[in-house]
């Protein structure tokens, strides 16, 4: 009882905006020009005021309204003219619709012939004005229950529409019911004076959709043709399929016929979840024989109270919605919405100043006398919590599948094969990877240009492939995966692999490597990043167009990312490409060397030690290794890397860090000291400076100063180049030697 | 602290420039003023941005030393130039009284620290002098852009766009490869 009152409550109080919104609408009314917005704005106030009226049983109330809004309909359908009387009775009819609302809130019958004189000039309107309009047999005016027609406002309102297309998107899945969930397939069928009790089959429809997703089919195949239409039977029924959680049981379905169950033939069966039966939906023609396999048939439901909503229990399901349907609308068929870019990128840096925030005031609690601000650093701890969650769902807004670059591929796959004259076959897999938009978007032609070059220098062409034993298709390969944080896409081809004496020759001829030098293959693999290099004999269609695997390159690492070729002859080559997931945030370490402080990508950090004496070796008199875990691993000074003034320069008394590379070659770096971790706010240096060797990007710690990010694989290009450099005390004779331990263990 | 008050002071300063430069005859433009030891120096004032008081930098590794490193400006971050290093004075030793004017170059935005802001000049197109035909060498004049006698004192007009114009990371990129291979040899 508590609950139907509630739910009159909020009747009355829609009601009375709906009546604001009717009142408004009629002011603007003018004669002869008929805004058609405006009047079906009116008609749907009325027309809603009177569903909602009808479920709690206001029977005065709905008889007068239903006047009311026969006249609009008039008007909607310009069939009724718009004169300043009409306006003026309208206005009247909508105060007294007011009064009525107003009676049946106090529970008070309204004084016999109070709605009379209104109904009266109601229905000169419709009889004068328009001789077509089909103005309904005069029912009683007043108290004696008056029959509620059917009207197709619902249907206009967009209710079936929506239910259509969800239908349609429904079955272009054909999707299996998923486990946890329930099908339920109820037909419903109405007898055709359903509407005579004041029923709307819409609010149970709505019921159902709010217990689940629900499918609403609806037959028109009883319609009769328009000669016989008798307006004020309802001549359609619906066969609704929900998908519903486990909770939602047969009772509760039922629940919401339970008004109805009298004036209609309803029907439930359940889908078992796993086993996907077969969905038989019922055919048009004939919805009732319901066909539903290992399924559960319902009983109808028990007769319900007589007077529907007088005393029910469960008037949850069938709770009315007198504001019309727009609002149900809207949360059935937009489950996105699209959003300006730059509102996002406003989020996000929003979220990383807030980040910087949070660890500025972590950074001053820290000093606090500990003990007396338990209460502070419980808060502060689920600040941390709340900042991480909203970075991550800020960061997961712009997430999206790599599949939009990918899908791109096979077209041009297919258009180099053409080109080419060669078979070529792409696989591809883990397009689901999700990454930062603007990752993804800056991906399109790196990518492109590098299957490009797999197709044009690494697949040979068919007769080649067969007198080596190959298929004569041959097959590249693109793949995208998460990894320690990063997304790594591959492209691997099983070409001839790279013709390392000819990338060498040229690379010679053009100058980029001095003639006898020796370079080891992967050196001479990398070779084909340099600018200028092309192996291509002839500048063909697709490749050698000036734009070259530096510019490839580039483009990966201006994304903070890296790219490795790894080439067996013969059996092809494999491009690694290691991008981060975000532009934007990282987690780090933080770490100083002298006086300056640094971040460390927390993903490429193993562990830190002190090394012990006894662990520190030095490597042909060319660097330090350091025995961790049974590998030998080199020490980079990073002080020494950056010229930091008063670091720690011992290793004994410094602090190793223990890196590792995305193509997993691990490196020591001896700072002074880690200070914690911490999610950092990538800042580009770039803006408004320039790239710096060893540094992807910058920070701004908790105090306001910057930090650097280090790029750990751009150290240990560093320091390669160091090493060989800087001449050390006892010159060596295999000083030529390219430094060994760098390679992966 | 000294610093957010000579802050507060000069930056009112500026906004006060800002309003009267409206109002200036066309011919003229107003250039900032300010003092590394001795010599007096200029820059347009519409790629001044802002003036602040010195805060700490934090360094960056293996570049010339008039670039001190970089700061944080309200959420980016800017490099610093030392004007004094950068005309082979030595690194300044910087106190809080020191000033970092914030220079807009096109995109970028770019701090110069001077020793102190010394005046706001009105100064017309004739008034200014072309830099004297110096030795190959000694002056780079490319960053240049005039002279200008202000009472007895002799002002340097700077082209900030030359004065920093740092080198493009592509092409430092391109030449951070090839000693790799050369040492192989």
Known sequence: MEDLSRFKQTYFDESAELLEVAEAGLLRLTPGEVDSDEVNAIFRAVHSIKGGGGAFGFTELVAFAHEFETVMDGVRNNTVPVTTELVDTLIRANDLLGQMLAYAREGDPAPAGTTDGTVAALRRHLSGGAPQAQAPAAAPAAPAPVPVYADDEDDEAGLFGDAMAAIAAARAEEDPVPPGKLRWTIVFRPRPDLLMSGNEPAFMLRALRRLGDATVECHTDALPTLQTLEAELLHLSWTVTLLADADVDLDKINDVFEFVADDCDIRITADAPPPAAPEAPPPVTDPLPVAAPPAVVAAVPEPPPKTPGADAPKAEAARPRPNGGGAEHAGLTSHTIRVDLDKIDRLVNM????????????????????????????????????????????????????????????????????????????????????????????????LTHMIRNSIDHGLEGPEERERV??????????????????????????????????????AIEKGLVQPGATLSDEEIDNLIFLPGFSTADQVSNLSGRGVGMDVVRRNITSLGGRIGVYSTPGEGSRFVLSLPLTLAVLDGMVISVGEERFVLPLTNIVESLRPKAADLHGLVGKCDVMMARGEYVRLVYLHQLFGIPGAVADPTRALVVLVETEDGSRLGLVVDEVLGQQQVVIKSLEANFRRLDGVAAATILGDGRVALILDVAGLREMSRHMDSRAPRPPSSPVAALPAPALEPV | MSSSTALATVGGTRTDARNDVMAVNAAEEQYVTFTVGSEEYGVNILSVREIRGWTPESRLPNLPDYVRGVINLRGIIIPIFDLRARFGGGATSVTKRHVVVVIQVGERTRGILVDAISDILAIGHDAIKPPPDVDGGMVDAEYLSGLYTADDRMVTLLSVEKLFSVENSELDSATKALPALERAS
């Not at chain 1, 925030?357 to 941390?384: D, N, W, Y």
């Not at chain 1, 053409?418 to 399109?444: F, I, M, P, R, Y």
């Not at chain 1, 320690?484 to 004496?501: A, K, L, Q, W, Y």
Request: a negative charge; charged letters at 25%; one cysteine or more.
């Open chain 1, 351 to 446: 979220v990383g100043e807030m980040v910087i925030t949070q660890a500025m005031i972590a950074e001053h609690v820290r000093e606090l006398p500990p003990g007396e601000f338990q209460e502070l650093l419980e808060g502060l701890e689920q600040l941390a919590q709340h900042t991480r969650e909203l970075r991550e769902s800020v960061m997961s807004i712009r997430a999206q599948p790599v599949s939009s670059v990918f899908s791109r591929m096979p077209r041009l796959v297919r258009e180099c094969a053409a080109t080419t004259g060669k078979e070529v076959q792409l696989v591809t897999s883990g397009e689901t990877t999700e990454v930062d938009k603007t990752v993804v978007e800056n991906l399109v032609d790196p």
């Open chain 1, 469 to 506: 034993g190959k298929p004569r298709a041959g097959t590249v390969h693109l793949s995208a995966q998460h990894r320690s944080g990063r997304i790594v896409i591959e492209i691997t081809d099983d070409g001839r692999g790279i013709n390392r004496p000819k990338v060498l020759s040229k």
